[in-house]
T-cell receptor
Framework: AQSVAQPEDQVNVAEGNPLTVKCTYSVSGNPYLFWYVQYPNRGLQFLLKYITGDNLVKGSYGFEAEFNKSQTSFHLKKPSALVSDSALYFCAVSPPPDSGGSNYKLTFGKGTLLTVNP | NAGVMQNPRHLVRRRGQEARLRCSPMKGHSHVYWYRQLPEEGLKFMVYLQKENIIDESGMPKERFSAEFPKEGPSILRIQQVVRGDSAAYFC?????????????FGNGTRLTVT
């Protein structure tokens, strides 16, 4: 069974500093990996995904994530945080089609609350 | 271009009543997914539907829960005889393709409170 772990419930950074939100995963075969962001009382918004290719994936709003197969990680990063980045961030994983899993079905982590202080 | 529309935003039901949650996918999307978010947890997959077909309902409780996506109209998630444990945020998502390579677009959710 696939799973996702977000080891930090909360991350606090000062505006202008780099931010990292951690994610590790467990899945058979090569994973599809995703980051979504949720603002208060809103649905999740897609940020970026890793399917194949370059390990560094660039997404919306200046975010990027690095796929590290040996460490089974997919940490979300941004060089310079903004106060408006404050939100709940979810990492998600899906098995690829050739693994026999249901590749349309995402497994989400519990989320990390990012607070960027002015 | 309207996104995924869910209504109502908030729904309060007493134990034993029925809850009906509606979801209109994005224009051009024929694949709909329902997820449930319990307090302080990530989203959990419930069911995947295409027009008039349930593709995968493996995440949906066998009792009291049902979902449909008729040829015309929104997708409906129906919870009969609600209990307190059903209190959660229910999110609908849609995509162009059934493969997860096509990103999911989520609605703002329906927050169900069972009293």
């Amino acid at each position: 069974a696939q799973s996702v772990a977000q080891p930090e419930d909360q991350v606090n950074v000062a505006e202008g500093n780099p931010l990292t939100v951690k994610c590790t995963y467990s899945v058979s075969g090569n994973p599809y990996l995703f980051w979504y962001v949720q603002y208060p009382n809103r649905g999740l918004q897609f940020l970026l995904k890793y399917i194949t290719g370059d390990n560094l994936v660039k997404g919306s709003y200046g975010f990027e994530a690095e796929f590290n197969k040996s460490q089974t990680s997919f940490h979300l990063k941004k060089p310079s945080a903004l106060v408006s980045d404050s939100a709940l961030y979810f990492c998600a994983v899906s098995p690829p089609p050739d693994s026999g899993g249901s590749n349309y079905k995402l497994t989400f982590g519990k989320g990390t609350l990012l607070t960027v202080n002015p | 271009n309207a996104g995924v529309m869910q209504n109502p935003r908030h729904l309060v039901r007493r134990r034993g009543q029925e809850a009906r949650l509606r979801c209109s996918p994005m224009k051009g999307h024929s694949h709909v997914y329902w997820y449930r978010q319990l307090p302080e947890e990530g989203l959990k997959f419930m069911v995947y539907l295409q027009k008039e077909n349930i593709i995968d309902e493996s995440g949906m409780p066998k009792e009291r829960f049902s979902a449909e996506f008729p040829k015309e109209g929104p997708s409906i998630l129906r919870i009969q005889q609600v209990v307190r444990g059903d209190s959660a945020a229910y999110f609908c998502a849609s995509s162009i393709q059934g493969s997860i390579v096509s990103p999911l677009h989520f609605g703002n959710g329906t927050r169900l409170t069972v009293t």
